[in-house]
Antibody, heavy 120, light 107 residues
């Protein structure tokens, strides 16, 4: 069974930084594309970005240049470094696994989420 | 960016009834369309991928259809645990995008 467990969320001031972690088990982590999806309070889902199994990354426009996704395959860990945080980055952040043949991916496994609140 | 529109925004039905949810894309996404279910306080769960394939462990009462720009999620007979928010998501083009969701609530 795939398990994804996020940690590192909390209260951060605008302009601040925080690093989220995701511990993965039950999957061939080094072979998988991994992604972060966020959900602002009362809102829908937004893909933040992904990292391929080869370490290439891509990001959604609202976070590009501020967020960095990385991975440590030796520890089955995924990270999201968030910098220059804005109030609108307040959300639940989900660690997800990307799956599917062909272009890009859908999200077949999700963590329980970690809350990041950006407030003065 | 491909915009996904879901309708209706809210669907009020009784247990045992059939639910039909729609997702329309602003341009063709071929069959690269997935559906997710989200209950309050929980992470989303993948139901359907590539328009019509049920994910592992998903009951047969959930089915998906469509291609190109128009897609449908059907729940043949609603169970109590099916009352939730449903999102569609395309993986045809970057950035990946989700629809705004359809809430299925108890009438």
């Amino acid at each position: 069974e795939v398990q994804l467990v996020e940690s590192g969320g909390g209260l951060v001031k605008p302009g601040g930084s925080v690093r989220l972690s995701c511990s993965a088990s039950g999957l061939s982590f080094s072979h998988d594309w991994m992604s972060w999806v966020r959900q602002a309070p009362g809102e829908g889902l937004e893909n933040v970005g992904h990292i391929t199994n080869k370490g290439a990354t891509d990001y959604a426009a609202p976070v590009k240049g501020r967020f960095t996704i990385s991975r440590d395959d030796s520890k089955d860990m995924l990270y999201l470094q968030m910098s220059s945080l804005k109030i609108e980055d307040t959300a639940v952040y989900y660690c997800t696994r990307g799956s599917g043949r062909g272009p890009l991916y859908h999200f077949d496994s999700w963590g329980q989420g970690t809350v990041v609140t950006v407030s003065p | 960016e491909i915009v996904l529109t879901q309708s209706p925004a809210t669907l009020s039905l009784s247990p045992g009834e059939r639910a039909t949810l729609s997702c329309r894309a602003s341009q063709s996404v071929s069959s690269y369309l997935a559906w997710y279910q989200q209950k309050p306080g929980q992470a989303p769960r993948l139901l359907i991928y590539d328009a019509s394939n049920r994910a592992t462990g998903i009951p047969a009462r959930f089915s998906g259809s469509g291609s190109g720009t128009d897609f449908t999620l059907t729940i043949s007979s609603l169970e109590t645990e099916d009352f939730a928010v449903y999102y569609c998501q395309q993986r045809s083009n970057w950035p990946l995008t989700f629809g705004p969701g359809t809430k299925v609530d108890i009438k």
